[in-house]
Structure formats: C-alpha cells, structure tokens
C-alpha cells in the first residue's frame, strides 16, 4: 500500500518465528514485532483502506531448489473490509499480467477472511487456513 511514497507492510514472514496459524481475534488486532514477521491486523487493514485508495504490491520470495525466485506484482485498488463482512478482499486487476502472482490475491477479490477458528472459505470439506497453517482469503 502506497503511504506518501512508501509503503505499508501489512504481513511480513521470513523464518517461521512467529506462528501464523492464529485466531480469529488474532489476526483482527495483528499480531509479532514490526521489527520481524508480524500480521498488521485486519481492523487496522479495514480502518487503513477504507480512508482513501490504496494500491496493493506483493512482494514473494521463496526458497526451492537451492535457489531463492522472487516474484512481484502490483495492483491498483486494495480495500478490506470490517468484521461485520468477515473482512472481505477487494483488490483490483494485476497493473502487469503475465507473471506467476498475477492470480495470487486477484483471483481471490470478494472473498472473506478465513482463520483456524472461523473457516470462511469457499471449500467445504477442509479448512483452509488449518491446511495451509495460518489466515488469508481462501
């Protein structure tokens, strides 16, 4: 999220220090240190996006085969919002196609939020963010 030229880290995971597999309550107030990995919490993400436009950048890096791959995209409209909705995502198109993140968080526009305790998602048979260890818009 752009923030007078900066940027708003609102998830940061680097070394698996902090659990990420929280509550619902958890990841409504946020949760870990700014100065490590942390989850920004999603009254403040609701609060933050509902005051202007912001734009969204994901940036991922992950480790497999010995080599580190580095993927970023950008998107134009992000806006989550309140408790009440389940935090739905509303995030608009990739601003460049093409990559492998494109359908990371787009393709998940309009969806709530999902927790270990409270499973929002669109499959019925599993949990998502039990499977996948922590919250995000399955």
């Not at 933050?48 to 969204?56: F, I, M, V």
């Not at 009440?84 to 608009?92: P, Q, S, T």
């Not at 999902?114 to 995000?136: E, F, H, Q």
Request: aromatic share 14%.
């Amino acid at each position: 999220m752009c923030l007078l030229g900066g940027w708003t880290v609102i998830q940061r995971r680097i070394d698996g220090s902090v659990p990420f597999n929280g509550t619902w309550a958890d990841y409504r107030r946020g949760f870990g240190d700014k100065t490590g990995e942390y989850w920004l919490g999603n009254d403040n993400l609701h609060l933050l996006t509902n005051q202007k436009n912001y734009s969204l950048r994901m940036d991922r890096m992950s480790r497999g085969s010995g080599t580190y791959l580095s993927v970023t995209c950008s998107h134009g409209y992000f806006k989550v919002s309140d408790e009440k909705n389940a935090y739905r995502l509303d995030v608009g198109r990739p601003q460049v196609q093409g990559n492998p993140c494109d359908i990371m968080i787009y393709a998940h526009s309009g969806y709530a939020f999902s927790t270990v305790d409270r499973d929002n998602d669109l499959v019925k048979t599993i949990s998502c963010a039990k499977c996948y260890g922590g919250g995000w818009w399955y």
